[in-house]
């Protein structure tokens, strides 16, 4: 009866571990997200962000690959998910480029989130919409 008892017990135990597993998927930020950032002239319309969060603060990197552009500053508003996404780099002359990319998270669960808003730099400015993938 004991062995009954203990294996029931362990049953369940494992079952909620595994229900608090699946329903934790990590900081809003975090992933791959892909998609466009219109009239960009210097590094084209589509984007792909690699975000990470170490705990403290999200990092990340744009267009990872040919035109690696590391993040120099990322914060997220939980008040209306707002992001707000820092980044220099540089154009095919090697002039600088300040990147500001700001929008919000839509559909915040997971398999529809997106972020949408707007990118600016000295050299333009557009409509920016990023998927998680």
Request: overall charge neutral; charged content about 20%.
């Amino acid at each position: 009866m004991k062995l009954l008892q203990a294996l029931l017990a362990t049953m369940a135990l494992g079952f909620g571990f595994s229900s608090v597993s699946i329903a934790q998927e990590g900081h809003p930020l975090k992933g791959s997200w892909l998609g466009e950032w219109t009239g960009n002239q210097i590094h084209g319309d589509n984007i792909l962000l690699i975000l990470d969060w170490d705990g403290k603060a999200v990092t990340g990197m744009i267009n990872p690959g040919t035109d690696n552009i590391p993040l120099t500053k990322a914060s997220l508003d939980p008040n209306g998910w707002a992001v707000k996404i820092e980044a220099d780099a540089k154009d095919k002359s090697g002039a600088a480029v300040h990147y500001v990319i700001e929008g919000h998270i839509e559909n915040l669960e997971l398999p529809n989130r997106q972020i949408t808003g707007t990118w600016s730099s000295q050299k333009g400015r557009g409509k920016f919409a990023v998927a998680r993938q």
